[in-house]
């Protein structure tokens, strides 16, 4: 699986297309800005995109997604509890395949309530839950500190310490990291109880 991993706009955010080497078949993740350029790269490249999947529903993640779509004519997928118009619900559990590639869902609410991290064996896709250093506000509405502390400590840590991070906005100190790095150097993996953590907000 190839990663175009292509920050836009002036939120130092990541979109991403995937595309199986095999067959050309591809996803796009969280389009937002700069979509003329994406639409360039897929033509360039004669890319078929199947599924446009968004690791949440704010704007910054969703501003390409009809632009995209008429393009494309792939398909939205979003969490089942995402309050926008999509095509596809998913859960944790589910699966994202396209061509010879396949990337699982996790459900990871905290920064939204319709959080999704996708992951195979050797990658993670954070969106919002986590970046490099840090972690996703939650003060937006439908944010919820509890809920972040539980999907970082409870789902997150607990994956293979290898996996590469491909978090939703530039903002650390490199563009990627691993779970292994995030749990030395994350601010979030500095507090050693919830209840710590809860304190940082107030």
């Not at 700069?34 to 969703?62: A, S």
């Not at 999907?151 to 779970?179: E, K, Q, R, W």
């Amino acid at each position: 699986m190839k990663i175009n991993q292509l920050e836009v706009g002036s939120m130092q955010n990541f979109t991403y297309l995937l595309v199986d080497d095999n067959n050309k078949s591809s996803i796009l993740i969280d389009p937002s800005w700069n979509t003329e350029y994406i639409k360039k790269l897929i033509q360039q490249y004669h890319i078929q995109v199947k599924y446009i999947v968004n690791t949440h529903h704010h704007f910054d993640h969703v501003l390409g997604n009809d632009d995209m779509s008429k393009t494309t004519h792939a398909k939205i997928i979003q969490h089942k509890s995402s309050p926008l118009k999509h095509d596809i619900s998913v859960e944790s559990g589910d699966k994202i395949q396209f061509g010879d590639c396949e990337l699982n869902v996790i459900h990871t609410p905290g920064h939204s309530q319709d959080s999704i991290c996708l992951i195979n064996d050797k990658y993670i896709f954070s969106g919002d839950t986590i970046f490099v250093g840090s972690f996703g506000r939650t003060d937006l509405p439908g944010g919820n500190a509890e809920q972040l502390y539980d999907s970082v400590f409870g789902i997150l840590a607990n994956l293979n310490d290898d996996l590469i991070i491909y978090p939703g906005h530039n903002y650390g100190s490199t563009s990627t990291s691993t779970i292994r790095q995030e749990k030395k150097t994350n601010i979030i993996f500095k507090c050693k109880s919830k209840h710590e953590f809860l304190n940082m907000f107030k």
